[in-house]
């Protein structure tokens, strides 16, 4: 029997992703999917979208030159369907829906556009119910580079969807609005005094790397206590970016942006009073690819 592969390209504020996923017989101990490829290229696209409001020719070509080598990829592990989906860093971009068109005139490659509530549902939509245990209530909170994005799942039910212009390279870019500050704290006060107790569940390759980087933590349950995000939050902000690199070994395009990341979350549960988060390893890659076998078999019961 084939391998049906399915890819997703996530378009990110800092990165760009293509992560690719072969569905698993039935009853395979590896789960339904499992993820065959993932390449992550960091271009930051917000660097130029958060300060000038427009992507610049050289990073437009770059992305361009990009998605013709995803494209040979995709063709190389014979996907069956994909989605490439652009988000806080394209949605900000004067010319992002030009760039889009372009892209597609180059490569054949069709890129949406999303919006924040949509991006938050796709991470949603990522089977995460599995995660929650009845009758408790949960942040779901993915931090990228341009946006934030907070679900609030109460029950296994989708309660609240949001999407809030606070993410990393915008901060590191100064290009954070007070406003938008204010709008995510009074909001995120609201969620609490209605549905305490809250736990978090973080997505992102930053909060993923800070579990890594924290002491004091259950790798088990993949927690991470709040007062070990502050230990390790405060050790990185002491140290340079060269430092950071060195001591704890990271790549460049993670060395600044881990701690903005940080403060971010801490702010989240500073606001619904958690004291941890857990930390699985899913984001939004991995919600379309979920979107796209789902879309793909209900067409195969409907035709049948």
């Keep these: 029997?084939?391998?049906?592969?399915?890819?997703?390209?996530?378009?990110?504020?800092?990165?760009?992703?293509?992560?690719?996923?072969?569905?698993?017989?039935?009853?395979?101990?590896?789960?339904?999917?499992?993820?065959?490829?993932?390449?992550?290229?960091p271009l930051r696209l917000g660097e130029d979208a958060f300060t000038t409001g427009e992507i610049s020719e050289g990073k437009a070509e770059k992305l361009i030159r990009l998605m013709k080598a995803y494209k040979q990829l995709m063709k190389i592990f014979e996907v069956s369907d994909y989605r490439a989906c652009a988000t806080s860093a394209m949605r900000d971009a004067r010319n992002?829906?030009?760039?889009?068109?372009?892209?597609?005139?180059?490569?054949?490659?069709?890129?949406?556009?999303?919006?924040?509530?949509?991006?938050?549902?796709?991470?949603?939509?990522?089977?995460?119910?599995?995660?929650?245990?009845?009758?408790?209530?949960?942040?779901?909170v993915d931090v990228g580079g341009g946006s934030t994005e907070i679900n609030?799942?109460?029950?296994?039910?989708?309660?609240?969807?949001?999407s809030y212009n606070i993410g990393t390279v915008r901060m590191l870019s100064?290009?954070?609005?007070?406003?938008?500050?204010?709008?995510?704290?009074?909001?995120?006060?609201?969620l609490a005094a209605e549905y305490a107790p809250i736990q978090i569940i973080g997505s992102g390759g930053n909060i993923n790397k800070l579990f890594r980087l924290a002491d004091k933590k259950d790798k088990k349950q993949s927690f991470l206590p709040i007062e070990s995000l502050k230990e390790i939050c405060e050790t990185l902000k002491a140290?340079?970016?060269?430092?950071?690199?060195?001591?704890?070994?990271?790549?460049?395009?993670?060395?600044?942006?881990?701690?903005?990341?940080?403060?971010?979350?801490?702010?989240?549960?500073?606001q619904v009073n958690a004291t941890g988060i857990t930390v699985p390893t899913i984001g939004l890659s991995d919600g379309i690819i979920d979107s796209l076998y789902t879309k793909n078999m209900r067409m195969e019961t409907d035709a049948k």
């Excluded at 509530?117 to 209530?137: C, P």
């Excluded at 609030?152 to 969807?161: M, Y």
């Excluded at 430092?243 to 500073?270: N, T």
């Design 152 to 162: 609030l799942i109460c029950d296994s039910e989708l309660k609240s969807s949001r």
């Design 96 to 140: 992002g829906k030009e760039i889009t068109r372009k892209i597609e005139k180059k490569t054949g490659i069709r890129v949406e556009i999303i919006d924040g509530q949509e991006e938050a549902h796709i991470v949603y939509d990522n089977h995460i119910e599995q995660l929650f245990a009845s009758g408790q209530n949960y942040l779901y």
């Design 239 to 270: 140290l340079s970016k060269e430092e950071r690199i060195k001591q704890f070994k990271l790549k460049p395009d993670r060395a600044d942006v881990i701690v903005p990341a940080a403060e971010i979350f801490l702010e989240v549960a500073k």
């Design 1 to 41: 029997m084939k391998k049906v592969n399915y890819a997703a390209i996530d378009i990110g504020s800092n990165a760009v992703r293509l992560l690719i996923k072969s569905v698993n017989e039935e009853g395979s101990p590896e789960g339904l999917l499992r993820k065959v490829q993932l390449i992550r290229i």
């Design 174 to 190: 100064g290009m954070v609005k007070n406003e938008e500050k204010e709008q995510m704290r009074t909001d995120l006060q609201a």
